[in-house]
């Protein structure tokens, strides 16, 4: 891991002090809790599993650097525990027990769920790292469901971010997995961004973007040393995550690490797809198939010459806000249908702001158009590393019909009021005709379900 890049990136971060991943830091984790935590209490929050597998050591370590700990506290291990408002109640209620500095052993889950936690009582917190399993560790916000679907409930970073690439290497091979494909997908919202900026609907913050995308390439180039359980690519992975996480906090936005590719994730997630498996399927595999479908669906935005439109048709075809809302409501259920209709509405243009909107695409289209096909990675290439990685890349690897996942093109893009290629699509009137080609004939989708057959 290049250590000075994230030393670097420590420097614009909000919340995150410390980073340290490196072999055997178990022993070191007292250590770093006494330097920036000297004189107050720590409690470990676990799993039994997580528990199991490190929790001792972390006690250990905590008790020979001289740190009182009030008693752990511990979820159970099975069923896996789920991000649900209702185990941050519960932890949130031991935590006003004590005045103790909660100290994170786990990977996403747990660590969402202290985040939002140590926020409610006012207190910070340590993370130590189980899994490179997803880009959390050193995000702001939680993913937690709450009021009926998943959502991000705001709170701070950790201050302290420990992880032994011992342990890390040695994670259950889905969780490594599923941290690959969250990671991929910061291809697809990197092209997300330059559709926004290019059209001054979000501008692109250089040390937001960097942080991401300057070493991407090289962080996912090589997922078969990672199912090998080479040390130097579980380097590579982890930094990623971690700059990804540090690079939401510098920017305060997921923009610079989720587009439409976690908007597919998050309806899945809002709908409960997975959440009953044991454990729940994985954030990054959903965000890993999202990123294939949305890479497929560039590939035919890009077929079309966006610089000449038929601005009379587009005018003509506009909906109302009224049609919208009316579009919305039928396209979801609650508790989904009031935020999406929310959401919607927050990004809708009348017709003389879409004309103007349009008027800059057929402008600066073919400049941008060359900059996606640079961000860009072919949607079978991306389909073939996540494979080689051990990621789901079909719908119904991750439980999820043909038909539905059809629809996802279509209802995602009302869930949040982030600008993507699917709004782009929306206003040009072409979501519908490249959907309709990926599933026609010889169509990138038709092929995949033809292989399943």
């Not at 420590?10 to 991943?21: N, P």
């Not at 031991?94 to 939002?116: C, E, M, Q």
């Not at 540090?246 to 709908?271: C, I, N, P």
Request: proline fraction near 4%.
């Amino acid at each position: 891991m290049n250590e000075e890049r994230i030393q670097t990136a420590l420097q614009d971060a909000t919340d995150t002090k410390i980073v340290r991943i490196e072999s055997g830091l178990l022993t070191s984790v007292g250590d770093a809790f006494k330097e920036n935590f000297n004189g107050r209490r720590a409690v470990i929050v676990a799993d039994e599993n997580t528990f199991e597998v490190m929790g001792e050591e972390v006690r250990q370590s905590l008790d020979d650097a001289g740190c009182e700990q009030a008693e752990p506290y511990i979820f159970p291990g099975h069923p896996a525990v789920y991000a649900e408002y209702g185990n941050v109640e519960k932890l949130v209620e031991s935590l006003h027990s004590h005045d103790a500095i909660p100290v994170a052993v786990g990977s996403g889950t747990l660590n969402d769920l202290a985040k939002r936690a140590a926020y409610e009582v006012e207190r910070p917190y340590l993370c130590v790292g189980t899994a490179a399993s997803m880009d959390g560790y050193t995000a702001f916000g939680a993913s937690i469901e709450k009021d009926g679907h998943k959502q991000t409930l705001t709170c701070p970073a950790p201050e302290v971010v420990l992880a032994d690439v011992d342990v890390l290497v040695n994670a259950p091979g889905k969780m490594t997995a599923s941290g690959y494909a969250d990671l991929l997908g910061k291809v697809t919202s990197g092209a997300d961004w330059l559709v926004a900026d290019a059209l001054e609907v979000e501008k692109i913050d250089e040390t937001g973007w960097s942080l991401v995308q300057d070493h991407l390439r090289g962080w996912i180039c090589s997922p078969d040393r990672l199912v090998a359980g080479e040390g130097d690519a579980m380097d590579g992975l982890i930094e990623g995550l971690i700059m990804s996480g540090l690079a939401m906090q510098a920017y305060q936005s997921s923009r610079t690490a989720s587009g439409s590719e976690h908007l597919f994730s998050h309806l899945w997630e809002g709908e409960g797809l997975g959440r009953d498996e044991d454990p729940p399927l994985s954030h990054g595999f959903k965000v890993g198939a999202g990123s294939i479908a949305i890479a497929a669906f560039y590939e035919r935005v890009l077929e079309r010459d966006l610089s000449n439109l038929d601005m009379d048709k587009i005018r003509r075809n506009w909906p109302s806000r009224e049609a919208i809302e009316r579009e919305v409501r039928s396209a979801h259920t609650p508790p989904l249908e009031e935020a999406a209709v929310e959401q919607t509405l927050a990004k809708y243009l009348d017709v003389d702001e879409l004309v103007e909107r349009l008027e800059m695409v057929q402008e600066r289209w073919p400049g941008l158009r060359e900059k996606l096909v640079e961000q860009l990675m072919p949607a079978a290439d991306l389909r073939e590393m996540l494979r080689e990685a051990g990621c789901p890349t079909s719908p119904t690897e991750i439980g999820l019909s043909w038909e539905d996942f059809r629809a996802t093109y279509f209802r995602s893009r009302m869930i949040r009021s982030r600008y993507t290629v699917l709004d782009l699509a929306y206003e040009t009137g072409i979501l519908g005709e490249c959907v309709e080609e990926l599933f026609a004939p010889g169509g990138f989708w038709t092929r995949e379900m033809a292989s399943r057959a």
